[in-house]
């Protein structure tokens, strides 16, 4: 071969004179390319094929860190890149090309590896090639193997077979490829996706409906960023298709753990029901959690929503629009498929919660459902009357086909809290509980001791008590199956309390001796056949949950000089200022004045104590609000509660509000809190690094303080990228003194990039927020709600953090009383890698008056509870098989755009009665579920 040779597109055709046919016949072929795409070889792929070896290294968009994180993070990155290409396009028009790329991948002669963007990005393109007669020769230029490279673009080559340039570039290469890591098999699943993806019509699921669930998902945004349902998730789906095929209704409770994703379980599978033509859905949780929903809907699964807003009387649209101007009687005119109303309008008893129990639903969920109880005292067996929210779903039950409670706590002190929310699983269905009259399994008092395995039947005719009904699905044993046979009853049939002992088969005593065998009703009982609970613990054996411990601040035990100049009092508050402390007594004297001309507005001292204990300029925005006669932001659940207090104020509740005002204005008064995020930031070091270094999230339940802190911080850190992570349309980014509103995803990608590693978020938005590449949690005020802060902690504790501990900070004001109520908290949360497990998930307001009140109902209602459950220990999903329903392998996909306009469609609109009661609205007619 000859020396040294130039090659240029603009004199001659590239793919005739060169790369072809030195490929022709080669033994080994090493390639620094671009990035990997399905076209890189596209115009080489026969050659390739027959050579014995072939190497190639690519770009990626990884950082260096995420290339020591577990794989399954790696891929994630990775996918996410490769999916940025519409999949219906490229399935389309290049199958070929994935064909022959497949099959050179799976040949097994052919290994692809990427190299992480900050170590080197790839851009000169080289390679080394051993000919057919065992020379080799390099080469450098500009061109990849696709196409495009050498038949359109103007590309240069140079190509130099002396052993030196064929060292050179082979030293290039294999310094590249020992900092690689292998294309992940997640890329090539997908490879072979697009090899056999076809659209298919909604018609097509809805006769199939086990296909409905990856059919529709496949493509939707969290598996297009590269992640996925977890195996959890999936395995509830897949519950919910197969209760609606055997029961024609599901009725289930999820009880899993906080942080393990109930709201994505409970929405795909109501979003599933929808598309299999069941109805419309209804979800009901507190307002705190409506944008939640909606977010995690549209940005995860690509669901368009509506959240009724109490206090416009509006719908709020996925979009950000407010739709409709009807008063109370617009909440029947959703205008989309899924819509989300908050708790609080039942169980303040407006008009609107009348009005959704004159509609019929496809599904129905409820998100906290433990909030659904009787009106009784902790440990009483006695059962009172059901709370307004439980009394509520025992109506709506009878109005949905389907029904989904998710509640990370079914037992709170009383064992009998189940039974209520099996109850309310049963109405308008029936298979759950059994036979209104017949079923023992209505009675707890009877129904626990069997459950618990304590006390068992003593023969078959007591066995038959407790087995016809509810009769068990023929699909849990099969002398089950044999046993409905010979009564003549089908598979969808699941009471026979009309079929006495005596009326069995002569042979019953050989059937039902099954059903005293030791642990049967343990096993098969409603409870376990309608409850699903995943543990952390079990998840984290299993490897499928990270074990990741949580460092807690401020230390009350640390050393002096710990923190430097942020002072903690007695390691608990920051110590504030004579202007806060004027403002925070003046709040306290407007509570109390409130509450002396009304009882009713003691929920008031629990709102203004929690705003101004946030920061300075959430108390400030909030009592200019109030002078103003308007609802603060963020209170929807009681707005109208609000709207009726602040009507009314007194000359001394004004006075008390603009003290407040005039307190938290003055020049002087600096938010101590402000001072003490800039320290952790930036000066801070644990494990070696600043806590910015190590990525920080900060968490607020105002987006008053999100935006304060957000916009201060710019000021402090003009060169650094900050996030403000919120709601539709509140979401920015602040850089070099500019401000800009963002799309939520962006700042997600920007995140997983590691482009920004400080995000100001409140706990509206948070839902779905994957921050695994951030290694340090701010709770710049505390909920009164640990499952809330536990969910605020799960945004890093997650599979692909890079800490084995990370860091926390709470922060609260001394001598206010989200100092009395943590040091209460503080003193349980001892436990590392369960640092909430200790605590209720939900502080009643009555439980904070002091901190003596705090720990004494701390105790009773722990005690309590841990006897409940140690009486009634839940069944749950001991192995998971994450392999198991791989959707993202689904090649028979419902296109984006069918799904989309399918969802997007408004509730039918109610028929109006000529009537003169003060709603005028008629009822849907029953057959609403089934025809629409």
Same mark, same amino acid.
């Given at each position: 071969?000859?020396?040294?040779?130039?090659?240029?597109?603009?004199?001659?055709?590239?793919?005739?004179?060169?790369?072809?046919?030195?490929?022709?016949?080669?033994?080994?072929?090493?390639?620094?390319?671009?990035?990997?795409?399905?076209?890189?070889?596209?115009?080489?792929?026969?050659?390739?094929?027959?050579?014995?070896?072939?190497?190639?290294?690519?770009?990626?968009?990884?950082?260096?860190?995420?290339?020591?994180?577990?794989?399954?993070?790696?891929?994630?990155?990775?996918?996410?890149?490769?999916?940025?290409?519409?999949?219906?396009?490229?399935?389309?028009?290049?199958?070929?090309?994935?064909?022959?790329?497949?099959?050179?991948?799976?040949?097994?002669?052919?290994?692809?590896?990427?190299?992480?963007?900050?170590?080197?990005?790839?851009?000169?393109?080289?390679?080394?090639?051993?000919?057919?007669?065992?020379?080799?020769?390099?080469?450098?230029?500009?061109?990849?193997?696709?196409?495009?490279?050498?038949?359109?673009?103007?590309?240069?080559?140079?190509?130099?077979?002396?052993?030196?340039?064929?060292?050179?570039?082979?030293?290039?290469?294999?310094?590249?490829?020992?900092?690689?890591?292998?294309?992940?098999?997640?890329?090539?699943?997908?490879?072979?996706?697009?090899?056999?993806?076809?659209?298919?019509?909604?018609?097509?699921?809805?006769?199939?409906?086990?296909?409905?669930?990856?059919?529709?998902?496949?493509?939707?945004?969290?598996?297009?960023?590269?992640?996925?349902?977890?195996?959890?998730?999936?395995?509830?789906?897949?519950?919910?298709?197969?209760?609606?095929?055997?029961?024609?209704?599901?009725?289930?409770?999820?009880?899993?753990?906080?942080?393990?994703?109930?709201?994505?379980?409970?929405?795909?599978?109501?979003?599933?029901?929808?598309?299999?033509?069941?109805?419309?859905? =209804?979800? @009901?949780?507190? &307002?705190?959690?409506?944008?939640?929903?909606?977010? !995690? *809907? /549209? $940005?995860? +699964?690509? %669901?368009?929503?509506?959240?009724?807003?109490?206090?416009?009387?509006?719908?709020?649209?996925?979009?950000?629009?407010?739709?409709?101007?009807?008063?109370?009687?617009?909440?029947?005119?959703?205008?989309?498929?899924?819509?989300?109303?908050?708790?609080?309008?039942?169980?303040?008893?407006?008009?609107?919660?009348?009005?959704?129990?004159?509609?019929?639903?496809?599904?129905?969920?409820?998100?906290?459902?433990?909030?659904?109880?009787?009106?009784?005292?902790?440990?009483?067996?006695?059962?009172?009357?059901?709370?307004?929210?439980?009394?509520?779903?025992?109506?709506?039950?009878?109005?949905?086909?389907? =029904?989904? @409670?998710?509640? &990370?706590?079914?037992?709170?002190?009383?064992?009998? !809290? *189940? /039974? $209520?929310? +099996?109850? %309310?699983?049963?109405?308008?269905?029936?298979?759950?509980?059994?036979?209104?009259?017949?079923?023992?399994?209505?009675?707890?008092?009877?129904?626990?001791?069997?459950?618990?395995?304590?006390?068992?039947?003593?023969?078959?005719?007591?066995?038959?008590?407790?087995?016809?009904?509810?009769?068990?699905?023929?699909?849990?044993?099969?002398?089950?199956?044999?046993?409905?046979?010979?009564?003549?009853?089908?598979?969808?049939?699941?009471?026979?309390?009309?079929?006495?002992?005596?009326?069995?088969?002569?042979?019953?005593?050989?059937?039902?001796?099954?059903?005293?065998?030791?642990?049967?009703?343990?096993?098969?009982?409603?409870?376990?056949?309608?409850?699903?609970?995943?543990?952390?613990?079990? *998840?984290?054996?299993?490897?499928?949950?990270?074990?990741?411990?949580?460092?807690?601040?401020?230390?009350?035990?640390?050393?002096?000089?710990?923190?430097?100049?942020?002072?903690?009092?007695?390691?608990?508050?920051?110590?504030?200022?004579?202007?806060?402390?004027?403002?925070?007594?003046?709040?306290?004297?407007?509570?109390?004045?409130?509450?002396?001309?009304?009882?009713?507005?003691?929920?008031?001292?629990?709102?203004?104590?929690?705003?101004?204990?946030?920061?300075?300029?959430?108390?400030?925005?909030?009592?200019?609000?109030?002078?103003?006669?308007?609802?603060?932001?963020?209170?929807?659940?009681?707005?109208?509660?609000?709207?009726?207090?602040?009507?009314?104020?007194?000359?001394?509740?004004?006075?008390?509000?603009?003290?407040?005002?005039?307190?938290?204005?003055?020049?002087?008064?600096?938010?101590?809190?402000?001072?003490?995020?800039?320290?952790?930031?930036?000066?801070?070091?644990?494990?070696?690094?600043?806590?910015?270094?190590?990525?920080?999230?900060?968490?607020?339940?105002?987006?008053?303080?999100?935006?304060?802190?957000?916009?201060?911080?710019?000021?402090?850190?003009?060169?650094?990228?900050?996030?403000?992570?919120?709601?539709?349309?509140?979401?920015?980014?602040?850089?070099?003194?500019?401000?800009?509103?963002?799309?939520?995803?962006?700042?997600?990608?920007?995140?997983?990039?590691?482009?920004?590693?400080?995000?100001?978020?409140?706990?509206?938005?948070?839902?779905?927020?994957?921050?695994?590449?951030?290694?340090?949690?701010?709770?710049?005020?505390?909920?009164?709600?640990?499952?809330?802060?536990?969910?605020?902690?799960?945004?890093?504790?997650?599979?692909?953090?890079?800490?084995?501990?990370?860091?926390?900070?709470?922060?609260?004001?001394?001598?206010?009383?989200?100092?009395?109520?943590?040091?209460?908290?503080?003193?349980?949360?001892?436990?590392?890698?369960?640092?909430?497990?200790?605590?209720?998930?939900?502080?009643?307001?009555?439980?904070?008056?002091?901190?003596?009140?705090?720990?004494?109902?701390?105790?009773?209602?722990?005690?309590?509870?841990?006897?409940?459950?140690?009486?009634?220990?839940?069944?749950?999903?001991?192995?998971?098989?994450?392999?198991?329903?791989?959707?993202?392998?689904?090649?028979?996909?419902?296109?984006?755009?069918?799904?989309?306009?399918?969802?997007?469609?408004?509730?039918?609109?109610?028929?109006?009665?000529?009537?003169?009661?003060?709603?005028?609205?008629?009822?849907?007619?029953?057959?609403?579920?089934?025809?629409?």
């Amino acid at each position: 071969m000859s020396g040294l040779r130039r090659f240029s597109s603009r004199r001659e055709q590239l793919d005739q004179v060169f790369l072809r046919d030195r490929l022709a016949g080669a033994r080994r072929y090493d390639r620094i390319a671009g990035y990997f795409r399905s076209s890189i070889f596209e115009l080489v792929g026969e050659e390739i094929g027959g050579i014995e070896r072939v190497r190639v290294v690519c770009n990626s968009d990884l950082d260096e860190r995420d290339f020591r994180v577990a794989q399954y993070q790696r891929e994630i990155q990775l996918k996410a890149r490769w999916n940025e290409l519409d999949p219906a396009v490229e399935a389309l028009l290049h199958r070929e090309r994935y064909l022959r790329l497949l099959e050179l991948l799976r040949s097994g002669r052919v290994e692809i590896r990427v190299v992480p963007r900050n170590r080197v990005f790839i851009h000169g393109k080289a390679g080394v090639i051993e000919l057919a007669d065992g020379r080799t020769t390099s080469f450098i230029g500009s061109v990849n193997e696709s196409r495009a490279a050498f038949t359109t673009n103007y590309e240069i080559v140079w190509e130099d077979p002396s052993p030196e340039a064929v060292a050179w570039v082979q030293e290039e290469f294999d310094a590249l490829w020992k900092e690689a890591v292998p294309l992940p098999e997640a890329i090539i699943t997908e490879i072979e996706r697009l090899t056999r993806r076809s659209e298919i019509p909604l018609r097509n699921v809805q006769e199939e409906p086990k296909k409905a669930a990856p059919a529709a998902f496949v493509e939707s945004p969290i598996y297009r960023r590269g992640e996925q349902l977890q195996p959890w998730q999936r395995s509830f789906v897949s519950m919910v298709v197969e209760h609606r095929e055997l029961y024609g209704k599901a009725r289930l409770l999820l009880a899993d753990q906080v942080g393990l994703g109930k709201t994505l379980s409970m929405g795909t599978a109501a979003v599933v029901t929808a598309l299999l033509g069941d109805g419309t859905v =209804l979800i @009901l949780c507190p &307002a705190s959690l409506t944008l939640q929903w909606q977010v !995690e *809907l /549209w $940005d995860r +699964l690509g %669901v368009p929503s509506a959240v009724w807003r109490s206090n416009e009387k509006q719908w709020l649209d996925f979009t950000g629009s407010l739709v409709g101007t009807n008063g109370p009687a617009e909440i029947l005119r959703c205008p989309r498929q899924v819509g989300i109303v908050s708790t609080g309008l039942i169980t303040q008893q407006t008009a609107e919660s009348e009005l959704l129990l004159r509609l019929r639903y496809g599904t129905v969920i409820l998100d906290e459902a433990h909030r659904a109880r009787r009106r009784s005292a902790m440990g009483k067996d006695q059962r009172g009357e059901p709370n307004n929210l439980l009394a509520f779903m025992l109506q709506v039950a009878e109005r949905t086909r389907h =029904l989904l @409670l998710g509640t &990370a706590t079914p037992i709170q002190t009383n064992v009998a !809290e *189940l /039974w $209520d929310l +099996l109850e %309310v699983l049963d109405r308008g269905a029936g298979f759950v509980l059994g036979a209104q009259t017949f079923s023992v399994w209505r009675d707890v008092h009877r129904a626990l001791p069997i459950v618990k395995g304590e006390v068992t039947p003593q023969n078959e005719s007591e066995a038959w008590e407790w087995l016809r009904s509810p009769l068990p699905p023929s699909t849990e044993l099969p002398w089950l199956a044999g046993l409905r046979t010979q009564l003549g009853l089908d598979q969808h049939t699941f009471n026979a309390s009309n079929i006495p002992y005596e009326k069995l088969p002569e042979d019953r005593h050989l059937v039902l001796g099954e059903a005293l065998v030791d642990r049967f009703f343990e096993l098969h009982n409603p409870i376990v056949r309608h409850t699903v609970l995943r543990r952390r613990d079990i *998840l984290e054996n299993q490897g499928l949950l990270p074990r990741v411990g949580v460092r807690l601040h401020p230390d009350r035990y640390a050393g002096p000089g710990t923190y430097q100049d942020v002072v903690f009092v007695n390691g608990l508050g920051l110590l504030t200022n004579p202007w806060f402390q004027s403002a925070y007594e003046a709040a306290e004297r407007f509570c109390e004045s409130l509450h002396a001309r009304d009882k009713a507005a003691g929920f008031m001292k629990v709102l203004m104590r929690q705003r101004i204990c946030s920061s300075f300029a959430a108390g400030l925005s909030t009592a200019r609000r109030m002078l103003a006669s308007a609802v603060p932001d963020d209170e929807d659940e009681n707005a109208e509660r609000v709207r009726r207090v602040i009507g009314k104020l007194t000359p001394d509740e004004i006075g008390h509000l603009q003290e407040i005002v005039e307190q938290l204005s003055s020049p002087d008064a600096r938010d101590p809190k402000l001072d003490a995020v800039d320290y952790f930031l930036q000066r801070h070091r644990t494990d070696g690094r600043t806590w910015l270094e190590h990525g920080c999230i900060i968490f607020s339940q105002y987006y008053d303080t999100a935006v304060w802190l957000a916009e201060n911080l710019a000021q402090r850190i003009p060169a650094e990228t900050i996030a403000v992570y919120a709601g539709a349309g509140k979401s920015r980014i602040y850089r070099e003194g500019e401000s800009a509103f963002v799309n939520r995803n962006d700042i997600k990608d920007a995140v997983a990039r590691r482009d920004i590693r400080l995000v100001v978020a409140t706990d509206a938005a948070c839902e779905g927020l994957n921050l695994q590449t951030l290694g340090t949690l701010i709770n710049v005020d505390l909920p009164w709600n640990p499952s809330r802060l536990e969910q605020r902690l799960g945004r890093i504790k997650r599979i692909g953090q890079l800490r084995e501990t990370v860091d926390m900070l709470n922060l609260v004001y001394h001598d206010t009383q989200d100092e009395r109520v943590y040091e209460v908290l503080s003193e349980r949360m001892k436990d590392t890698y369960d640092i909430f497990g200790s605590l209720p998930d939900t502080i009643e307001d009555d439980w904070v008056e002091d901190a003596e009140t705090l720990r004494n109902r701390l105790e009773q209602y722990l005690a309590e509870r841990e006897r409940a459950r140690n009486a009634f220990e839940l069944q749950y999903e001991h192995d998971i098989d994450p392999n198991a329903e791989r959707w993202d392998q689904c090649a028979e996909v419902l296109a984006r755009g069918e799904v989309t306009d399918y969802l997007a469609r408004g509730w039918p609109p109610p028929r109006v009665k000529p009537v003169v009661d003060r709603l005028a609205l008629e009822e849907h007619d029953d057959s609403y579920a089934s025809d629409h």
